[in-house]
């Protein structure tokens, strides 16, 4: 009888250890299919002006802040920028042909996280240098930035009958608002989307797409 109590206990036992770790390893796996993104991401790439890149990428909540960022373009490092939080900048002069980019995020001991996922544009080779040179400079000047109501956005360079396209995207890429205004230099942004919501405190780029040229701008929105 006891030996049968006690083989009884053991199966028991046993059982619970194997139950204990398959939970134990379930959990670890669950960890591990759901991290947080650990490197930079969401970038993205946009030409401005002939040969200029912008690009733009969020950066996840690091455990030990970075010292700075890393570009590469075409697997080699064009830039290297200081700051803990960066979140764009601009490649000048980029060679015609396509281009690939990447943002790592570097250390004080010299390490740096994966890469980011790769964002692709093609800079198209001018035919006419001394053409591209004397078209008209377009400038937009966005004010006030940051803002936390109404932002004014005005454009210069451009003439009365040209027709002028303006589009507001998040640091994500996504279409917030867009205007199209023919014969107008000027536009006032409610912050609000095209729904009619305010939109949230972050980063929002604005791209203003006319037949003298395109031109991006930063704008900070804090309430």
């Not at 591990?32 to 969020?58: G, K």
């Not at 002028?164 to 023919?182: E, F, H, P, T």
């Amino acid at each position: 009888m006891k030996q049968i109590l006690l083989l009884t206990l053991l199966t028991a036992l046993s059982l619970g250890l194997f139950a204990s770790a398959l939970v134990t390893s379930g959990n670890s796996i669950n960890v591990q299919t759901n991290r947080d993104p650990v490197c930079p991401y969401n970038l993205m790439a946009q030409v401005i002006d002939i040969n200029d890149v912008l690009l733009v990428w969020e950066n996840p909540v690091f455990v030990n802040q970075p010292m700075g960022f890393r570009v590469f373009r075409n697997n080699i490092m064009v830039r290297q920028i200081s700051g803990s939080n960066v979140t764009d900048c601009t490649i000048e002069n980029v060679c015609a042909g396509c281009c690939q980019f990447y943002v790592t995020a570097c250390f004080d001991n010299g390490s740096q996280t994966a890469p980011s996922n790769i964002a692709e544009v093609t800079i198209i080779e001018t035919a006419n240098q001394d053409a591209a040179a004397s078209t008209p400079a377009i400038s937009m000047t966005v004010f006030p930035n940051p803002s936390r109501s109404t932002v004014n956005i005005a454009l210069s360079g451009t003439k009365q009958y040209d027709k002028a396209d303006l589009a507001i995207y998040n640091i994500k890429g996504q279409l917030v608002r867009q205007y199209s205004m023919k014969g107008s230099k000027n536009w006032q942004w409610d912050g609000k989307d095209k729904l009619g919501n305010n939109v949230t405190n972050g980063i929002y780029y604005l791209k203003a797409t006319t037949n003298n040229g395109n031109l991006m701008h930063k704008l900070i929105i804090t309430r």
